[in-house]
């Protein structure tokens, strides 16, 4: 069985870095970009187990790679996890609506963020 696939969304290289070094250590692989419109390419090519998205980013933003994903038959059953510093209500009800997993605001704790990841990582 090879490792599982977490795909990194997200425009914060330091916070990519943060993260990918954290999965990787709990024997996850990490796949990173940093837009929305990389991040929906890398998902068709790559397949990943999980993607971890942020909201706002240049290009694409996470709404619409969300759409992207959920409406694209090689990706729309790959959980997401939306990670983002948008406090308000309506964005979390919006990525629920999109088909997103789970919602979680940052700063996030670094074990609430393995926690989740391996909630919504199939094993097997």
Do not use: C, W
């Not at 969304?9 to 837009?35: C, G, H, Q, S």
């Not at 998902?43 to 959920?70: C, T, W, Y």
Request: hydrophobic residues 45%.
């Amino acid at each position: 069985m090879g490792k599982k696939t977490v795909l990194v969304i997200d425009d914060e290289a330091e916070f990519v870095d943060a993260v990918k070094m954290r999965l990787e250590a709990n024997d996850y692989m990490v796949v990173e970009a940093y837009n929305g419109r990389e991040g929906f390419e890398k998902a068709r090519k790559q397949h990943p187990d999980l993607i971890l998205l942020d909201l706002v980013m240049p290009q694409v933003n996470g709404f619409e790679a969300l759409s992207q994903l959920k409406s694209d038959p090689r990706t729309m059953n790959i959980p997401v996890i939306v990670l983002t510093a948008k406090t308000e209500a309506e964005y979390a009800l919006d990525a629920g609506r999109l088909g997103a997993s789970d919602y979680m605001i940052k700063p996030a704790s670094m074990e609430q963020l393995v926690s989740m990841v391996k909630r919504h990582v199939v094993s097997g």
